[in-house]
């Protein structure tokens, strides 16, 4: 078992900045990769960024290239989603993921809002 948790999101006016974090606890060395998603409200779930766990090259989804970031600190079992230049369409709920290499099983966070305003 691997347990998610999301934090950092809140509300921020539009161009700014916002940091998100997952740390992940239980049994993170079977985990190879982290990823972020969001849900904007009443769309379906969108891949946002991953990277693998002995990586420093996070993958980007085209929306948010150039303006996301993704980070990992291996020895806090942490990854971090910077967030720039912020626009209203970026409001969702943001979560992180962790797949495991053993069965491909892949663990989901419980989410945190991130709220864009304008």
């Known amino acids: 078992q691997v347990q998610l948790i999301e934090s950092g999101g809140g509300l921020v006016q539009a161009g700014g900045s916002l940091r998100l974090s997952c740390a992940a606890s239980g049994r993170t060395f079977s985990v190879y990769n982290m990823g972020w998603f969001r849900q904007p409200p009443g769309k379906e779930r969108e891949f946002i960024a991953s990277?693998?766990?002995?990586?420093?090259?996070?993958s980007y989804a085209d929306s948010v290239k150039g303006r996301f970031t993704m980070s990992r600190d291996n020895a806090k079992n942490t990854v971090y989603l910077q967030m720039n230049s912020l626009k209203s369409g970026d409001t969702a709920v943001y979560y992180c993921?962790?797949?495991?290499?053993?069965?491909?099983?892949?663990?989901w966070g419980q989410g945190t809002q991130v709220t864009v305003s304008s």
């Open positions: 993921t962790a797949t495991a290499w053993n069965g491909g099983s892949t663990f």
């Open positions: 990277i693998n766990w002995s990586s420093t090259t996070a």
